[in-house]
């Protein structure tokens, strides 16, 4: 058994001061991360019983020091764009509590008008907290399955989507999805590959480079359409393990590792990046 408690406690301070920069940010983000895996992991420990105490500051919940009651005000350290799958609930994810994430929640996490026009209001008004955005894709998620499966079937796309507001959410992921494609074809990885294979191994790749792409358009917006210069980073969440990963540096190439990354700048280094994951993952 574990627990998980929000806990405020007027005779104490509230939780941890809010990161100074993007680095800071980041760090607090993948320590929570850290928090929530250990927790999975003693919980499946025969009789273990732990508790986990999240401490909430009373002006973050708009309580004052008289103990009244008014509308806090937004202080959140970091803005999240990831999907609306039910099973990965950032504040969970990262292990953070009420006021400390900006979240926008979309299918696919792809980008869109009104993702990139929440993430603006945050960038311009909440600028005095907020240090970075995260772009957090997710393993076995159904709308980069069903690009995928629409990019090597065409022609069963209208059953795969068929309204066309689905189809805006899969049509946003099949450049990533064609990155992919090119870099297993590229690598060499695909050729060796059955068709079920194929499918997975683009499926996974597709996943990683949907989070990448996703990140990059959200960054040059940020900086070409309103001037603002903001940390953005990527990952994707584990579904079996809770771990945030993303493609790092390793002695076998690139490989998912714990952590978050900047995105690549141009569609080149995406397909670059796809190549490098499929044959690190290959080795």
């Known amino acids: 058994m574990f627990e998980i408690i929000y806990r405020y406690d007027p005779g104490k301070a509230g939780h941890e001061a809010r990161p100074a920069d993007a680095t800071q940010a980041v760090a607090?983000?993948?320590?929570?991360?850290?928090?929530?895996?250990?927790?999975?992991?003693?919980?499946?420990?025969?009789?273990?019983?732990?508790?986990?105490?999240?401490?909430?500051?009373?002006?973050?919940?708009?309580?004052?020091?008289?103990?009244?009651?008014?509308?806090?005000?937004q202080k959140p350290f970091a803005a999240i764009l990831s999907c609306a799958d039910a099973r990965v609930p950032p504040e969970l994810v990262f292990h953070q509590a009420f006021n400390d994430l900006f979240t926008v929640r979309v299918a696919g996490n792809v980008v869109s008008a009104e993702g990139t026009g929440s993430l603006a209001f945050a960038a311009h008004n909440?600028?005095?907290?907020?240090?970075?955005?995260?772009?957090?894709?997710?393993?076995?998620?159904?709308?980069?399955?069903?690009?995928?499966?629409?990019?090597?079937?065409?022609s069963a796309y209208p059953e795969i989507a068929p309204a066309i507001d689905l189809r805006a959410v899969l049509d946003r992921i099949f450049v990533s999805v064609r990155a992919a494609a090119t870099a297993l074809d590229e690598s060499g990885v695909g050729g060796q590959l059955d068709n079920v294979r194929y499918r997975e191994e683009l499926v996974r790749t597709a996943t990683v480079l949907n989070a990448a792409q996703t990140a990059s358009s959200v960054r040059?917006?940020?900086?070409?359409?309103?001037?603002?210069?903001?940390?953005?980073?990527?990952?994707?969440?584990?579904?079996?393990?809770?771990?945030?990963?993303?493609?790092?540096?390793?002695?076998?190439?690139?490989?998912?590792?714990?952590?978050?990354?900047?995105?690549?700048?141009?569609?080149?280094?995406l397909v670059q990046l796809g190549i490098q994951l499929v044959s690190g993952e290959s080795t």
């Open 220 to 269: 040059k917006y940020l900086t070409d359409v309103m001037s603002i210069d903001l940390d953005v980073v990527c990952g994707v969440y584990d579904l079996e393990t809770g771990a945030v990963v993303a493609p790092r540096e390793s002695g076998q190439g690139i490989v998912l590792e714990p952590g978050l990354v900047e995105p690549p700048s141009s569609l080149a280094e």
């Open 126 to 154: 909440l600028g005095d907290t907020l240090r970075t955005v995260v772009v957090l894709g997710h393993t076995g998620c159904g709308a980069v399955t069903g690009a995928v499966d629409a990019y090597l079937t065409p």
């Open 28 to 73: 607090r983000l993948l320590d929570g991360n850290a928090r929530s895996i250990a927790m999975r992991a003693r919980a499946g420990e025969p009789g273990a019983e732990t508790q986990d105490v999240i401490s909430l500051d009373g002006a973050l919940l708009g309580i004052t020091e008289a103990g009244a009651t008014v509308a806090p005000p």
